[in-house]
């Protein structure tokens, strides 16, 4: 997909859970291939729900979403584990697997798409160096500190080389130094022409990593609306 093309395409989407509760309420807004967004609003908002939606993770109640050219609402399973191999996600809780070394969890997206093990040594050595961590191939994630396990997540994140990278509030349980270098990282791939979409309450960080800025309020577009 090259630069500037249409990568991801929302039309009034809308959630509504069985209880009632409206999460995402007329949401429309087109994000290009090889922008950098940034999701902000307040706990609640419904920042993590749409990015959700955009992995499969959640379906809409109505409207039209479009992901990487296919119809998020109709697509078979077997479609959005297709999306979501060409996804990369970043939780604020990192998710890594404890039981296992960094290099088992950086190449668990590539193990997943058959990759053997002769392959995966220099993919992984290659994306950990980039975080800064190639010296940690083999340790345990306990033995890291908080912005190390996070900067290991990125690392999962983008070892498959994904169009997009989604990050829930990468930066939120990070001081401000540890968030700021994340963000560097993700910066980086960006410039690399990755698309990153991140939530994050983390408004500070925006004055020296300046991006596109989408605001939620309540579930609704209250800024940043458009591509």
Known sequence: MAEGESLIQARQLMLRYRTGKTALAGVSLDIAQGQFVYLTGESGAGKSTLLKMFYGALRPTSGQLSVQQADMRSASEAKVREIRRRTGVV??????????????????????????????????????????LEDRLWSYPEALSGGEQQRVAIARAMTANPPIILADEPTGNLDIETARRVLDYLMGLNQQGTTVIMATHDLHLLESHPGRVVQLHAGALVGGEGG
Do not use: C, D
């Open 91 to 132: 939780f604020q809780e990192h998710r890594l697997l404890f039981s296992r070394t960094v290099f088992e969890n950086v190449a668990l997206p590539l193990r997943v798409q058959g990759w053997e093990t002769e392959r995966l040594i220099p993919r992984v050595s290659k994306v950990l160096e980039y975080v800064g």
